[in-house]
T-cell receptor, first 114, second 111 residues
Framework: DSGVTQTPKHLITATGQRVTLRCSPR?????VYWYQQSLDQGLQFLIH???????AKGNILERFSAQQFPDLHSELNLSSLELGDSALYFC?????????????FGPGTRLTVT | EDQVTQSPEALRLQEGESSSLNCSYT??????LFWYRQDPGKGPEFLFT???AGEEKEKERLKATLTKKESFLHITAPKPEDSATYLC????????????FGPGTSLSVIP
């Protein structure tokens, strides 16, 4: 158990809908990262937050947004969902601001868009 | 652009048969190279961080090494419980806080 929690574990929704994925980092970690993993794309970095502030964006679509709250939990919002958004979404946390610190991953949320 | 490739894509070993996984990277100024293990349907589990060429780290049957262009994950006398996908990732000085993951090597250890 990495200490990172993600909810829900599974999510099934229809195209065009909006969903929110939630992540709680390990105790003491200030950085939260979001990743998308699909069979054909591997693990893709989406966005990084440190202590409530956005630090870096990766291949995140405009339909997706995220935020980190004062209690350090983070939410990833996915809207206007398409079939291609079906994937595993992972949250990871680390202690520092730099990504050179090791990251601890949560169990993931499996999103299925039908 | 920073890039990471891994080989082989898949590896099947007999229990006790040692081997190595390769991670080749192109990055502008390496800040860190990471190895993770991922079991099916689960989040990646951190194994090692390497920062500079010549560095080595060990954990049980695993040993990671780093050169200026590649990293190797050596697996000595593997057991079936070592079966997993092994991911390599890099962070470069111009990556703007992004970590780039390779596609992984799927390892199967047969009893």
């Amino acid at each position: 158990d990495s200490g990172v929690t993600q909810t829900p574990k599974h999510l099934i929704t229809a195209t065009g809908q909006r969903v929110t994925l939630r992540c709680s980092p390990r105790s003491g970690d200030l950085s939260v990262y979001w990743y998308q993993q699909s069979l054909d794309q591997g693990l893709q970095f989406l966005i990084h937050y440190y202590n409530g502030e956005e630090r870096a964006k990766g291949n995140i679509l405009e339909r997706f947004s995220a935020q980190q709250f004062p209690d350090l939990h983070s939410e990833l919002n996915l809207s206007s969902l398409e079939l291609g958004d079906s994937a595993l979404y992972f949250c990871a946390s680390s202690v520092g601001r730099q990504t050179s610190y090791e990251q601890y991953f949560g169990p993931g949320t499996r999103l299925t868009v039908t | 652009e920073d890039q990471v490739t891994q080989s082989p894509e898949a590896l099947r070993l007999q229990e006790g048969e040692s081997s190595s996984l390769n991670c080749s990277y192109t990055v502008s100024g390496l800040r860190g190279l990471f190895w993770y293990r991922q079991d099916p349907g689960k989040g990646p589990e951190f194994l090692f961080t390497l920062y500079s060429a010549g560095e080595e780290k060990e954990k049980e049957r695993l040993k990671a090494t780093l050169t200026k262009k590649e990293s190797f994950l050596h697996i000595t006398a593997p057991k079936p419980e070592d079966s997993a996908t092994y991911l390599c990732a890099v962070q470069g000085r111009t990556s703007y806080d992004k970590v780039i993951f390779g596609p992984g090597t799927s390892l199967s250890v047969i009893p």
